[in-house]
């Protein structure tokens, strides 16, 4: 019998740190899709960005201050880093299309996003229902395909950027625009091995 309760509210901390994935990661594509709309996009990922960054500090915080914890402290830090990490990269993303002055799209762009779109969707459906160990192992193998979907695309898109040339500078920026959705969404597949973990260990 346990004689102190386990803090659930970690459950809640983190679905909220995943629904700001799937708000950051939707406004990317949105981004790719109306680069006309480039400003007020970027603006309102930099606020999920850092309502992100908030709750992991909250959820950083609080395994200090629980007697118990839902599992283990480690695997809450290391969600918790995985799932903002993630943000951080779609914020990158979002500030370098800024930077770079992006007025017109690529499709390979609106594609790989689009796919990172759906990869934060399976990461929010995982932790939401980190609890069941078979849900968990279905999403996780779900984002193994996505990211695989993901860097097809990045492959031939940047087979196609080099072999088109043309200007240089343009070149370089679309370069590193694909290199970071692809980031990202490397970086989902690892929140997905996160989770895996934690299943398996409290299975």
Same mark, same amino acid.
């Given at each position: 019998?346990?004689?102190?309760?386990?803090?659930?509210?970690?459950?809640?901390?983190?679905?909220?740190?995943?629904?700001? !994935? /799937?708000?950051?990661?939707?406004?990317?594509?949105?981004?790719?899709?109306?680069?006309?709309?480039?400003?007020?996009?970027?603006? /309102?990922?930099? &606020?999920?960005?850092? &309502?992100?960054?908030?709750?992991?500090?909250?959820?950083?915080?609080?395994?200090?201050?629980?007697?118990? /914890?839902?599992?283990?402290?480690?695997?809450?830090?290391?969600?918790?880093?995985?799932?903002?990490?993630?943000?951080?990269?779609?914020?990158?993303?979002?500030?370098?299309?800024?930077?770079?002055?992006?007025?017109?799209?690529?499709?390979?762009?609106?594609? !790989?996003?689009?796919?990172?779109?759906?990869?934060?969707?399976?990461?929010?459906?995982?932790?939401?229902?980190?609890?069941?160990? +078979?849900?968990?192992?279905?999403?996780?193998?779900?984002?193994?395909?996505?990211?695989?979907?993901?860097?097809?695309?990045?492959?031939?898109?940047?087979?196609?950027?080099?072999? &088109?040339?043309?200007?240089?500078?343009?070149?370089?920026?679309?370069?590193?625009?694909?290199? +970071?959705?692809?980031?990202?969404?490397?970086?989902?597949?690892?929140?997905?091995?996160?989770?895996?973990?934690?299943?398996?260990?409290?299975?």
């Amino acid at each position: 019998m346990r004689i102190l309760p386990r803090d659930e509210k970690f459950y809640d901390l983190f679905t909220e740190l995943a629904i700001r !994935l /799937t708000s950051s990661a939707n406004l990317l594509h949105e981004m790719f899709l109306s680069p006309g709309e480039l400003q007020a996009k970027v603006s /309102t990922i930099k &606020e999920l960005e850092h &309502e992100a960054d908030n709750l992991t500090h909250d959820i950083i915080d609080r395994i200090d201050r629980t007697f118990v /914890t839902p599992f283990d402290r480690e695997d809450i830090h290391a969600l918790a880093s995985e799932l903002d990490d993630v943000i951080d990269l779609i914020d990158g993303t979002a500030r370098r299309a800024t930077i770079f002055r992006i007025q017109q799209t690529r499709p390979a762009a609106v594609v !790989l996003a689009e796919v990172l779109a759906r990869a934060a969707a399976c990461v929010e459906e995982g932790v939401r229902d980190m609890k069941s160990a +078979k849900h968990v192992y279905a999403i996780s193998e779900k984002l193994k395909t996505l990211e695989e979907e993901g860097d097809a695309v990045y492959h031939e898109a940047m087979g196609k950027l080099f072999a &088109e040339g043309g200007d240089a500078l343009e070149v370089i920026k679309w370069k590193d625009l694909y290199d +970071k959705i692809e980031d990202a969404l490397d970086q989902c597949e690892d929140v997905g091995n996160v989770l895996q973990s934690i299943a398996l260990k409290n299975a």
